[in-house]
């Protein structure tokens, strides 16, 4: 029997959904303006995290899914604003705040960016001053939080480096980014994120600059991490296979809004949206000659003028003349709690799709 790297190996989740949330987001909007008009790259998002549970948000690029990782972070790229919508910090505590309404460059988001949320950037350079050594940037970020004296934070950063699998950590504290590799450099780039042990860790596209060998071992620490550190983490990603392997909880997003979310074992045993059966059929074989098994044909649209009804329809097989018309609310599928979906077809149709794409996966190879 040939096997694919997809619903056999989705994680088994360590914390039950079930645990407290600890951000909440909902409808969500971001608007970029310029010269042509208005982009609305985020549109009515919601999602959940919940403490100890990795939420894995996938879709093409441009979807919003960055765009969502850095609108909760304050941290957009101008001229982008939110728009609409709240990003509740600990929705269940009475000390619940709402982070789309603070300053995103006042005292109280700085404070909570690092202390409160740790981001891994995808390219970690970004994130590094190439004038100073990556200990000095670790040390920074925690003295900057008023948390331990400098000799503290010193060997606080070697730790971390030795946490995070940098060998000999007594010597790379006084590196430079750029005389690491592209691994190392992630994983002080995860060891710079964690040193403040937040309790949410946001990893925008981690993987994406690294070879495939370099690639497993990161998902693997950040997954050894997450457990050890109990924090809850967002992983964006364009990769469903990353998702499988990693996350508890899944948001597939198109064209600025959510098409289908739910538990993992939910969107790759009984996946309900025509965009979602796209991508996992576009995961890659380990079996067959050809990488891919299906393409999602086209592009996805531009969000300046996106398509009116369901966004997905210039795109779908599956189209239907109420599709190009009105654009479906997000639905939760019957009998299957906490999964919701935001297509026009009925049922059957889905749940008859669903099946002959995953019967097709766990096919033998020609
Ligand atoms: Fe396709 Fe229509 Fe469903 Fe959109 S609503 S995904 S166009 S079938």
Known sequence: MADIITAPSVRAAVTPRTARRVLSVRDLAVEFPHEQGTTRALDGVSLDLHAGRVLG????????????????????????????????????????????????????????????????????????????????????????????????????????????????????????????????????????????????????????????????????????????FGSAVIMITHDLGVVAEIADDVVVMYAAEVAEKGGVEQIFKNPHHPYTWGLMGSLPRLDADVERLVQIQGQPPSMLRPPTGCRFHPRCPYVMPICKEVDPELAPVSDDPGHLQSCHLDEETKNREAAKLLAGMMAEAP
Do not use: W
């Open 57 to 228: 948000v996938v879709g093409e690029s441009g979807c919003g899914k960055s765009v969502t990782a850095r609108a909760i972070l304050g941290i957009l790229d101008r001229p982008g604003r939110i728009a609409a919508g709240r990003v509740m910090l600990d929705p269940e505590t009475g000390g619940s705040q709402d982070l789309a309404a603070l300053d995103p460059n006042g005292n109280v988001m700085r404070d909570i960016r690092g202390r409160r949320i740790g981001l891994i950037f995808q390219e970690p350079m970004t994130a590094f001053s190439v004038h100073y050594t990556v200990g000095n940037q670790i040390i920074e970020g925690i003295t900057a939080h008023g948390l331990m004296s400098k000799a503290e934070a010193r060997n606080r950063a070697i730790e971390l480096l030795r946490e995070v699998g940098i060998p000999r950590p007594e010597t790379r504290i006084d590196a430079y980014p750029f005389q690491l590799s592209g691994g190392l450099r992630q994983r002080v780039g995860i060891a710079m994120a964690l040193a403040c042990e937040p309790d949410i860790l946001i990893a925008d596209e981690p993987t994406t600059a690294l070879d495939v060998t370099t690639q497993a071992q990161i998902l693997t620490l950040i997954e050894k991490l997450q457990e050890e």
